[in-house]
């Protein structure tokens, strides 16, 4: 069984962190390398951040494939400037990257953000990238994408899933399956009710042409992230934001996407909220029939980001436990049956920052929220994701007067 890596250098037991500095390899300028640190450094220790040769990186996305890591990000060169779409890869497990190669601009120039991100998945040579164009809404336009057959050194013009350039597409999310059929959910409003609903397509070549959407749940809120995981077993499992109460919903199916049902609310605060919270939540696998998820409420005196298990497939949840004092957008990720993590940007009065905090027992308890990020800068919507070489923890930052960058650590296991 793995387990998380010890330091034995006299710290009692701390968790060896490897930092990904963006600076050439003298061997091999293509290549970008990490850095190990471990968490007893100083509170105030500064992580480089990953400018790429970009002036502002407004969105990013990763997919695990074997010892593959694939990254997609929405950035411009220029500040100010057009978005284009940059993809690099990992090769080793997310301790070295390739460089950014860029794929899309133009006419495909997207209109990603935090929270609205673009998408990557990956399936052997097969890999799908998609995001949003502009339409006549702010933050919601057509999709569009690109997919490759050859693991990304070409790249054609993928069909859109949605099968019209409806101008209110939005919060879109992508994963391959283990039978290489690639997944995506997103919020639309294709009858136009006046409300969005959460739609699915699926494609079985590769991502070069989409089957006819369906509709999951036909009321949803219309501003937050869609979570869609595929598990070992082969079933597909997406968490959501729905309409009445502003709970989390969870939809399953186990036959490849062809037909879904609702199992559970995750978290039934019974929140009644008529805004957009624009928040998701997280969603992982530890071991067959059993989940681990975080999510977010604005219930009164009760509100923050939970996490909560379930030993039998997302039908029942346990208790929630709170994250942090201001915690909002987080995920989770497990390294096995035993060890999780759970990481998340917490509201300071100087800024946003980015903590995380590790559960030994699936869950059971968790230890004390450990910072990664500087208090007085605007760091956000951070992501974890097991690799072939531990948990990649990644967000984008802010530093004072300084553009968005992109930052990961790498939390190493064996």
């Not at 990992?90 to 990257?97: A, F, I, P, Q, T």
């Not at 509709?215 to 499992?237: H, K, M, Q, V």
Request: net charge negative; glycine share 10%.
């Amino acid at each position: 069984m793995s387990q998380f890596r010890i330091s034995t250098t006299g710290f009692g037991g701390a968790l060896i962190l490897a930092l990904l500095v963006l600076t050439g390899c003298a061997h091999d300028p293509a290549l970008y390398q990490t850095t190990v640190l471990d968490e007893t450094m100083p509170k105030n220790r500064f992580y480089p951040k990953a400018a790429l040769g970009l002036a502002d990186i407004k969105s990013f996305d990763i997919a695990v494939d074997k010892q593959f890591v694939h990254a997609v990000i929405a950035g411009n060169v220029k500040k100010g400037g057009a978005l284009s779409v940059y993809y690099l890869r990992s090769e080793d497990g997310g301790r070295h990257w390739l460089k950014p190669v860029p794929i899309g601009h133009g006419a495909l120039a997207p209109i990603a953000s935090r929270g609205n991100d673009i998408q990557i998945a990956a399936s052997g040579e097969h890999l799908v990238i998609l995001w949003q164009t502009s339409g006549e809404f702010p933050h919601q336009g057509p999709l569009t994408g690109v997919y490759s057959s050859d693991a990304g050194k070409t790249w054609l013009i993928s069909q859109n899933p949605a099968a019209n350039n409806a101008g209110d597409q939005a919060h879109l999310d992508l994963v391959a399956d283990q039978q290489g059929n690639f997944h995506v959910v997103w919020l639309e409003d294709p009858e136009e009710h006046g409300f969005q609903s959460v739609r699915y397509a699926r494609s079985l070549d590769g991502g070069a042409h989409w089957e006819k959407a369906s509709t999951l749940d036909d009321s949803t809120c219309s501003c937050c992230w869609n979570r869609l995981i595929s598990l070992d077993s082969g079933e597909l499992n997406l968490l959501y934001r729905d309409m009445e109460p502003r709970d989390m919903g969870l939809i399953q199916s186990k036959d490849q996407g062809a037909n879904w049902h609702r199992v559970s609310t995750v978290g039934a605060f019974n929140w009644r909220f008529e805004g957009c919270p624009h928040i998701g939540g997280g969603l992982a696998e530890s071991q067959t029939n059993v989940l681990h998820s975080v999510v977010w409420t604005g219930l009164e005196k009760q509100q923050g980001l939970y996490y909560l298990g379930s030993k039998n497939n997302g039908v029942s949840w346990s208790v929630p436990k709170k994250f942090g004092n201001n915690a909002q957008h987080g995920d989770i990720a497990a390294i096995d049956a035993q060890h999780l993590v759970a990481i998340w940007d917490e509201m300071g009065s100087d800024g946003s920052y980015i903590v995380y905090a590790r559960s030994d027992n699936a869950g059971t308890t968790w230890t004390a929220p450990i910072s990664l990020s500087k208090t007085d800068e605007v760091a956000s919507h951070p992501r974890a994701i097991k690799t072939s070489e531990g948990l990649l923890l990644l967000w984008t930052e802010q530093p004072f007067k300084q553009p968005l960058q992109w930052s990961m650590l790498l939390l190493e296991s064996r």
